[in-house]
C-alpha cells in the first residue's frame, strides 16, 4: 500500500478510546494547546463508562466533614491489599474532589444534600459515604458531561473506528494504524503521543459485566509497542451480578444496593456474611446485625456492615455459599433490599436497577429479593506507568483508566474507577499534550514497512477459506478463562489454560471470515481476539507465578497471604522474539509520612 | 424450553437490500438481541448489528422491530408467541450503513449546534449550591441514553428530509429544556430552540414520548413547557417587562 491511498491524519496527541478517562485526556490534552483526536470503537457516548452505577468516589466531606484525603486514600491501600503503587493512591485521593465540581461546572447534576451540596453515598470499603452520584447511573451522567465539553471544545472525534497497531520510529512512539469499521477502509494517524484509555478485557470471560468492547485492545498494543504490564492476574469478580435468565447473566446490580441497605442472605435466610470477615478488616466491621443496621445512621460508634466489606471479599464469600450448596434457585444467592427499604426510596436511590430488574427479569426488586452472583468487572493489573504523567516505559505513550495498571492494587474499591478515570485521564491528556510540545523540533517519522505490515495483518483473515470461526473461537476462550482461570485458582488448572490458550491462539491464525469489509462484525472479533487471547495469556501466567492469594487473586492451593508476596509486582513484556516474559520487581516503597496512616492507633 | 425462533431481518447496504428468512434456536428469557447474536455466531458472520451494554443503558442497538422502533436488548422474546416471526429492520429515519446498522450522523451535528452549558461563578468556598427539586427536572432529561428511538419515531425528521438542516428533533429538545431549567446557566437559548433547532415544527402527537426506553415524558415535561418559554419571551409584553424590571432573567441571550 503506498502513503497516497492511505486516508492519513496528523495530531499531536491522538487518544484511544472515549470512555471517561479518553474524554478526560482528551480534554485535557486540548486545553493544554496540542491538537488531539479522540479514536474509538463505537459511536461517541456509548463506551462502557456508561454502564458504571454507583458514583465517583472523592473526600469533599459534604456528607461526613471528618473525611480528608488521608482517609479515602488509606481505604483504597486497605481496599488493595497494600499492593496499590503508593503515589497513585496519593494523588487520586488528593485530586478527585476538584475532578468532581469540575464535571459540575460542565453541566453534571448530582443528587443534592439538603444543604443543596453534592450528595455522597456509602460502598464497599469506604469508612466514610464519599461517593457523588446521580440515582445509579452515575457512569451516564459522567459519560454525557465529558462528551457535551470535548464537542463543545471542538475536538476532533473518529467514531466507530479501530485501531489494531501502534506506529513506532525507532524507541519514540509516532502514531496509530487502524481501520473504520462502517467503510473497513484503513487510517493512519500520525502523532508523537499517544494515549490508551481502552478499558478492560472482560470479554475473555463468559460471565461478565463488560460491553463487547472489553477486548484488551490497549494492554496488547502497550505490549507490542514495548511497553511493560503490571500485575495481570489481579481481575476483579463483582459479587453481584444478576445470573437469572441466562441471557442477562453477569449484567451488574450495582453496589449503591448494600451501600443503600440491601443485604446479601443464604437458601437458609441467613445474613452469612458474618461468617465471612477476615482478620485484616475485624476492627472496622461491625460483627452483629443491630450493630451493622445502626452504622447507616450513626458511623460514629459503630463499624460497617460486612456486606460492605471490600469486593474480593464479598465475591469470595458469595462463592464458597453457592458452593456449599446454600445458593438460590439459579445457582446465585438473595440480595435483598425489599425488606429493608420501603419502595419510594428503593425506586427513588435505584432507578435504573429497579428498572434492569422490571424489564429482564420480571422481578420488582421493592417487593422480592434479587438472585445475583459472581461476575467478572474489573483487571487491576494494567500498563505499567509513571504515577505522575501516565506515561510508559516507551516516550510518547500514555495509558490512563482501567488499562492503566498500578493504582488498585490487587483490589479496586467501588466507586474509585470513576474517580481515577478522571484524575489520571487528566494527567495523561496534559503530559501527553506536554510531551508533543517538547518534541516539536524532533518530530516522528512513519516507516512505511510498519504500515505495510499492518494493513496485511488485518486483512489476513479474509485470505482463507475453510478456516476456524472466530465466534466460535471467541466461546471456546471464555471457556477457558472462565473455568480456569475465574474466581478460585489453582496450579493444575492454570497450567492446563496456557496449554489450551496456546492451542487457541494457533488456531486463532487460522480464521476465516465470510463476507467483506464493509462494517463486518465476523471480521472486527476476527481481529479482536488476538488481543484477548495476548490479555488472557497474561492473567495466567502472572496467576500461576503469585503462589499466594491476596484481593482479586485467589490460590485454593496457597489460601494465604503471604507476606513476601507484599512487595512484589509481577511485569510482563514481549521479549525480542515477540514472546511474553515474566519478571518480579520490587513494590515501590511509600514514605514515611504516609506510612504513619496504617499504623494501629 | 428452547423453540425455533423465524426471523426476517433486513440486509443490505446504501444501494438496497431485502428481509431475508432465519430460523434459529432460543432460550427462555432471551431477547431479540441474542437472537440477532445467534444468527450472526452460526448462520452469517458478517451481519452487521451495533450494540454494547445489553442491558438497556448505552442505547447502541435501536431497531425497529415489527415496525415498532425499540432496543434489541430490551425486546423480549417472550413478549411474542413461539409461532410469531420477529422482523428486524433498520432505523428508517436515517441512511443505512449496512444491514441493521444506520448511519446517525444527523444527531451528532445537532449536538455541536448546541451552545454549551456556561454556568455562574461557585460559591465562596469552591462549590456549587442547588437544591434537589431544581435539579430533579433536569435529571429527567438527562436521563437520556441517546438511543435516537425518538428522532427515528418524530415524523418531522422520519416523513421529511427536507427538514433535517432546520429541525433538532425530540433529543435536542429535551437538552434546550436541560438547559434552560438548570438553576446556573447563564445562558438563554430561547430563541436559538426557534430558530435553529425549530421547535415550533413539533406538533406535540407525543410519538417520541412513546417510544422512550427511559420513560422521559418528553413531550409533556420538556417540549411543551419550552414551547411555552419561547412563546413568553416572544410574545407576551408583560412577562417580559417583568423580567426587565424584577431583574428575574438576566440571562445572556444567544
Redesign the interface.
Known sequence: MSTSELETHAYDVVVIGAGGAGLRAAIASHESGARTAIVCK???????T??AEGGIAAAMG?VWPDDNWRVHFRDTMRGGKMLNHWRMAQLHAQEAPDRV?EL????A????T??????QRDFGGHRYARLAH??D?TG??MI?TLQ??A??LGIDVF?ECTVTKLLKDVDRIAGAFGYWR?SGRFVMFEAPAVVLATGGIGKSYRVTSN???YTGDGHALALDAGASLVNMEFVQFHPTGMV?????RG??VTESVRGDGGVLRNSEDKRFMFDYIPEFFKGETADSEAEADRWYEDKKNNRRPPELLPRDEVARAINSEIKAGRGSPHGGIFLDIASRRDAAFIQRRLP?MY??FK???DVDITAEAMEIGPTCHYVMGGVEVDPDTGVSVVPGLYAAGEVAGGMHGSNRLGGNSLSDLLVFGRRAGLHAGYFAYRHRRRPVRVHQQQVNAAAEAAVAPFAQDGGE????LQ?ELQEVMQELVGIIRTEDELTESLRKLADLRRRAGELS????R??????HLALDLPNMLTVSECIAMAALERTESRGGHTREDFPGTDESWGGINLILTNDAGGELSLQRQDLPRMPDELHELFEVK | MGYPLSMRLWRGDRDGGALQDFTVEVEEGEVVLDAIHRVQATQAGDLAVRWNCKAGKCGSCSAEINGRSRLMCMTRLSDFGHEDVITVTPLRAFPVVRDLVTDVSYNYVKARELPAFAPTPPDADGKRRMMQQDVERGQEFRKCIECFLCQNTCHVIRDHEENKPAFAGPRFFLRYAELDMHPLDTHDRRELAQSAAGIGLCNITKCCTEVCPENIKITDNAIIPMKERVVDRKYDPLVWLGTKIRRRDDRTEL
Request: glycine fraction near 8%; charge should be negative.
Open positions: 463505537s459511536l461517541l457516548g456509548k463506551a462502557h456508561v454502564m459534604n465540581l459540575e461546572e460542565w453541566g447534576l448530582f443528587d443534592r439538603k444543604d443543596g451540596l453534592i450528595s446521580v440515582g447511573r451516564l451522567e454525557r457535551q465539553r464537542v463543545a467514531m462502517d460491553s463487547w468492547e437469572w435468565p441466562p441471557s442477562v449484567i451488574l435504573s428498572h434492569q424489564e429482564l427479569a470461526n472466530p465466534y466460535t466461546r471470515v465470510e463476507g467483506h464493509q462494517y463486518n462484525p465476523g471480521w
